[in-house]
């Protein structure tokens, strides 16, 4: 059995939803682009905010993927 090799990069995703939604979006965008996706950590999460009410949900995330062969 050989070793693997991943490669991590950050994304930004956001949602008028909430958190796991902009989490979801961010994933399904990023796996389109590359390819064999594995895990995900949710470094920074914020909000925006208009006339007292959260109107956006906001992640930045490094998403891990594995090189292929």
Same mark, same amino acid.
């Given at each position: 059995?050989?070793?693997?090799v991943?490669?991590? &990069?950050?994304?930004?995703?956001?949602?008028?939803?909430?958190?796991?939604?902009?989490?979801?979006?961010?994933?399904?965008r990023?796996?389109?682009?590359?390819?064999?996706?594995?895990?995900?950590?949710?470094?920074?999460?914020?909000?925006?905010?208009?006339?007292?009410? /959260?109107?956006?949900?906001?992640? &930045?995330?490094?998403?891990?993927? /594995?090189?292929?062969d």
């Open positions: 059995m050989g070793a693997t991943a490669k991590i &990069t950050e994304i930004s995703a956001s949602s008028g939803k909430s958190f796991e939604h902009a989490v979801e979006k961010g994933i399904e990023a796996s389109k682009t590359l390819k064999n996706v594995s895990g995900a950590w949710v470094k920074e999460m914020k909000v925006d905010v208009e006339d007292g009410k /959260v109107v956006r949900w906001r992640v &930045t995330m490094k998403v891990t993927f /594995v090189l292929e």
